[in-house]
């Protein structure tokens, strides 16, 4: 039962042009989104999150767009470096044990930046 | 500061032997978990300490595995008559108070033969 989901597992970019990565969630009590990017033998780097009483976060080249009612986010990079190649991770966070939260991770998109 | 270390970064062992891994965190924070991550998939929980105490398991933490944070700073966790399925990179993270982010650690690689 994967309660976030990352359908494409793969995405080319022209460098200068924009990225657009996705994801879907099905869980209504996940209220806070984070997206993470990877390299190779390396841990999760925090790039930016939104809350879901926003539809809307911009921080420099990223921006997390959120659709409660279609319970979908999109990270978009603009412009695309090739330095931004990497794993990018959708993941939902929601409320357990007082006030700790879990994080829920999308199996990944593994963007290329092309020069 | 949101560091955090891991020792070692990367394990290769034998089935059937036990392993221990440590995450440091540079400062303090109350909150700390630990992630597995398998090839091609995102990190799945598994467990969560809020200083000392281990408040939350997943199903995936097996009686095999055990944690610990004895004093509410550094962690370790314990995989013991290890399988090939336990083959992995083992994250851990923290959370700041009040900052509803957690930050990711290195990671530790196991490689099960």
């Known amino acids: 039962d994967q309660q976030v989901k990352q359908n494409s597992p793969s995405l080319s970019v022209q460098e200068g042009r924009i990225s657009i990565l996705n994801c879907d969630y099905t869980n209504s009590m996940f209220d806070y989104f984070l997206w993470y990017k990877k390299y190779p033998a390396e841990g999760p780097t925090f790039l930016i999150s939104i809350s879901s009483i926003k539809d809307k976060n911009e921080d420099g080249r990223f921006t997390v767009f959120l659709n409660k009612s279609a319970k979908h986010l999109s990270l978009h990079i603009v412009p695309s470096q090739p330095g931004d190649s990497a794993v990018y991770f959708c993941a939902a966070s929601a409320l357990f044990s007082g006030s700790a939260r879990q994080l829920t991770f999308g199996s990944g998109t593994q963007l290329t930046v092309l020069p | ?113």
């Open chain 2, 1 to 113: 500061d949101t560091g955090v270390s891991q020792d070692p970064r990367h394990k290769i062992t034998k089935r059937g032997q036990n392993v221990t891994f440590r995450c440091d965190p540079i400062s303090e924070h109350n909150r700390l978990y630990w992630y597995r991550q398998t090839l091609g998939q995102g990190p799945e929980f598994l467990t969560y300490f809020q200083n000392e105490a281990q408040l939350e398991k997943s199903r995936l933490l097996s009686d095999r595995f055990s944690a610990e944070r004895p004093k509410g700073s550094f962690s370790t966790l314990e995989i013991q008559r290890t399988e090939q399925g336990d083959s992995a990179m083992y994250l851990c993270a923290v959370e700041p108070g009040g900052w509803e982010t957690q930050y990711f650690g290195p990671g530790t690689r196991l490689l099960v033969l």
